[in-house]
């Protein structure tokens, strides 16, 4: 049961971790709300999260590359190519980011290049981004909502076993 406890806590984990890089992504797309500064500075706060997330994942991205030859799912290939599509577009995205930096460069002492063939690799690579993170969501809704259920009922059996009643009521009536 431990070990259900910690891989439940694991999903969950890594699964607020992907909300946070999604809502992390959409505030990066809001340039005019942001402004330049905040923009950069929380793209490379992002891409800190990318490697904590990509880190976690680690043992099921090796455990992916040994069985991708062996393995004839088609599913699990396309995930798989979707996966490392979404990882090089989005380090893309930072790279590029990063190179034309107008205010994270200049912190460090550095200047950016300013360049139309940057930028478009920037803008191409959100919209490719964009359009694989769609698609992963939706590839793994099914599962997403079978880790958030699972986990719920795991919560539930806890909050029973420890004499809560549903609903956080206290039956003392003292919290």
Not at 112 to 139: D, E, F, P, Q, W
Request: aromatic share 10%; hydrophobic share 55%; charged share 15%.
């Amino acid at each position: 049961m431990k070990l259900n406890k910690s891989v439940s806590r694991k999903n969950l984990f890594l699964l607020l971790l992907d909300g946070c890089l999604l809502a992390g992504f959409w505030l990066l797309n809001q340039v005019r709300l942001t402004g330049i500064a905040i923009h950069e500075w929380a793209g490379v706060a992002l891409a800190f999260v990318l490697l904590l997330h990509v880190g976690m994942l680690w043992r099921w991205i090796t455990n992916m590359f040994r069985k991708f030859l062996r393995v004839r799912n088609a599913v699990q290939y396309f995930k798989l190519a979707l996966d490392i599509f979404g990882f090089i577009a989005f380090f893309a995205i930072i790279i590029s980011g990063i190179l034309m930096s107008r205010s994270f460069l200049p912190a460090l002492g550095l200047s950016g290049v300013h360049s139309r063939s940057l930028k478009m690799i920037h803008v191409l690579a959100t919209n490719a981004t964009i359009a694989m993170l769609m698609l992963h969501l939706l590839v793994n809704l099914k599962g997403i909502i079978r880790m958030m259920t699972r986990s719920r009922r795991i919560h539930e059996r806890e909050k029973s076993a420890s004499g809560e009643l549903s609903g956080g009521v206290d039956p003392a009536g003292l919290g």
